[in-house]
């Protein structure tokens, strides 16, 4: 069976030494209660639910799946179980308002809990894991009364909820949305249409499921201007959340998949279901986006879950597994042959994975840091400028964390070779896992896009501009302190990274410069520009760890092996890994002509 060990001290590393949580929890008076002692006790038990209640269930899941019965879903043995005692431990609440049943603790504590959640299994997260999206969307765009009735339900657990998007006809062009929203005399509406690829669509964990579903209502403009958004129960209620009879909103099947088979994924069938409009008409593409930054900062997460899971265990097995000798003479000589970690190949793979999983929970949990001032904006503009902040670096983390994950999981089934193949390992299953994470809430390519198009030209790099700006201090601010006894071992971080950064600016430049003169440089381009910029992005928070490691080893006796494992993964990222920057750089800046040149008829003879 897989193994899996909650990464308690390095998760403490980002929150106490890197990322200054207590001091940024200060800033909010709702966070006083997020003291280290709770936020320790939190974090250690949500640790003990994840590896003993979770990781078991993460393989027997897979190998049972979802069963679909007339409408009916039926999760994995154990799955409802499982989230009764989630439920019971009020970990759903976690990180959500007083008002509403939450608990009032930070949103970025909750990260926390989701990594270790999705890490031990992730099929089974995915049930409460999309519950946060409605919640946030009820709780930005909601009336009074909608937020009374649902999201004390959701708070609580006893509800789940979905986002219903996409549609037979349609996949990430919403425009094409058909599903219609006829109004009642009473200020409901009837929702009438299919849509497909709903996570968590229909299970037997709760006794309802809340849909966010996409409509358009009658005489609607075309295209995504004539969209909104409504709530649309699975099964009706009353003002006081009591149930009644269904809602005609049906499971028609759930999709036979490649990886996540413990997760339901439903097509679901309106058929004159009862819902109400939230936040304006036709405005709901723009309230939807409430919810898909969450879920594409939740995806981005499963990146790194998968990195961690698929390191944890290549490890543990690299270190057992005995093949051959070290090229450099025997390591071990009473076995018959050395584990094959002594290989540089080997090691390779795994330093590779261990700075895929450490530099990606930086990126998530800086990012954490940042939905807390969204959160907590007590002015338009404070949130706006927060949004447009987390807005730029969502389509990195989605893509580049998601694409990196699924080379760690890669790296992980190679390292165990002919045995990663074999189902009874649980490689194979965290490879096929890992796969849907660069597809779902858009993929690599539509980030891709969102990115250069959207947020380098459309707003002539503004963010772009903010976050060069912030590395750039960061590196001017560490090369400027000459009497830091740190200077000297950081400029192996602080003069590449300021180089790339610099390089980035510039880059970005020539793309748009190039833009002018033929649209396709953006398509052909914004791939590698978004890797690129991964990498980057990830070399930023690989220095600040070094920086926060060389100045723990200063003062902590007892935990200088961890600082100084810090400190050679950050030197092997920027010798290793950063460097991919200059063949991305040489393929993002080609010409597009060789991508369109060969017309479609000759693409193929057959």
């Known amino acids: 069976m897989l193994s899996y060990k909650a990464p308690i001290a390095d998760i403490k590393f980002l929150i106490e030494d890197v990322f200054d949580y207590y001091g940024h929890y200060q800033k909010y008076p709702e966070f006083v209660e997020a003291t280290p002692d709770l936020n320790d006790a939190i974090l250690q038990e949500c640790a003990k639910f994840c590896e003993n209640e979770l990781l078991p269930l993460y393989q027997s899941g897979d190998k049972e799946g979802c069963t679909f019965n007339n409408g009916a879903v039926t999760t994995p043995k154990g799955f409802k179980e499982a989230y009764n005692k989630y439920v019971e431990g ?74 219903c998007l996409t549609e037979p006809q349609c996949g990430t062009d919403l425009g094409q949305v058909k599903t219609k929203a006829e109004p009642n005399e009473d200020g409901t509406y009837n929702i009438t249409g299919t849509k497909i690829f709903i996570s968590a669509g229909e299970h037997d964990l709760t006794e309802n499921i809340i849909h966010i579903v996409l409509a358009r209502l009658p005489n609607a403009p075309a295209g995504t201007r004539g969209i909104s958004l409504f709530i649309v129960p699975k099964v009706k209620t009353d003002a006081q959340g009591n149930l009644g009879e269904s809602n005609h909103v049906t499971c028609g099947s759930i999709e036979d998949k490649m990886g996540i088979k413990a997760s339901a994924t439903a097509v679901l069938n309106f058929d004159n279901a009862v819902g109400e409009l939230i936040g304006p008409e036709h405005k709901g593409l723009e309230c939807m986006f409430t919810f898909m930054n969450t879920a594409r900062v939740g995806t981005a997460l499963q990146g790194v879950c ?68 969204i959160e907590m904006a007590k002015t338009d503009a404070e949130k706006e400028a927060a949004d447009e902040r987390l807005g730029f670096i969502t389509p990195i983390l ?42 779902y809430e858009g993929t690599t390519g539509i980030q891709a896009l969102d990115l250069l198009g959207r947020k380098i030209l459309l707003t002539r790099g503004k963010s772009l501009k903010a976050f060069t700006k912030e590395i750039l201090t960061f590196c001017k601010d560490k090369s400027m302190i000459s009497q830091s006894p740190h200077k000297r071992q ?33 398509g052909s381009a914004s791939v590698d520009y978004l890797m690129f910029s991964g990498y980057i992005v990830m070399a930023y928070f690989w220095a600040q760890m070094a920086q926060a490691a060389y100045e723990k080893l200063a003062t902590d006796v007892e935990n200088r092996d961890f600082y100084r494992a810090k400190i050679k993964t950050a030197e092997f990222y920027f010798e290793r890994m950063l460097p ?20 479609q008829e000759l693409l193929s003879f057959l």
Not at 502 to 518: E, F, G, H, P
């Open 306 to 373: 998968t990195a961690e899971l698929a390191y944890q265990n290549s490890l543990i097995y690299a270190k057992e597994r005995l093949s051959m000798r070290s090229l450099t003479g025997k390591k071990f000589p009473e076995q018959v042959a050395d584990p094959i970690i002594v290989h540089p190949d080997v090691r390779k793979m795994l330093m590779t994975q261990k700075a895929i999983s450490e530099g990606g929970r930086a990126m998530i949990y800086y990012t954490a840091k940042i939905v807390d001032e």
């Open 398 to 439: 989605k893509a580049f964390l998601t694409e990196l994950g699924s080379e760690s999981a890669n790296h992980g089934l190679q390292i165990f070779g002919g045995h990663g193949f074999i189902k009874e390992w649980g490689m194979e299953q965290i490879v096929r896992d890992a796969r849907i994470a660069t597809l």
């Open 490 to 522: 950081m400029n192996k971080f602080i003069w590449p990274l300021s180089k790339a950064t610099a390089n980035w600016q510039q880059y970005s430049l020539r793309l748009a410069l190039k833009a002018k003169k033929d649209r396709d440089i953006i």
């Open 90 to 163: 009020g970990w759903q609440s976690l990180s959500h308002p007083i008002e509403h049943g939450g608990q009032g603790l930070p949103p970025s504590l909750g990260m926390a809990k989701s990594e270790m959640m999705g890490t031990a299994n992730w099929s089974w997260a995915m049930y409460p894991g999309l519950s946060h999206g409605a919640m946030n969307t009820v709780q930005s765009h909601g009336s009074e009364a909608q937020k009374e009735l649902y999201l004390t339900r959701l708070t609580e657990g006893s509800w789940t909820g979905t986002m």
């Open 580 to 599: 991919r920057t200059k063949s991305l750089a040489k393929t993002m800046m080609a010409d597009p002509k060789t991508l369109m040149q060969l017309d």
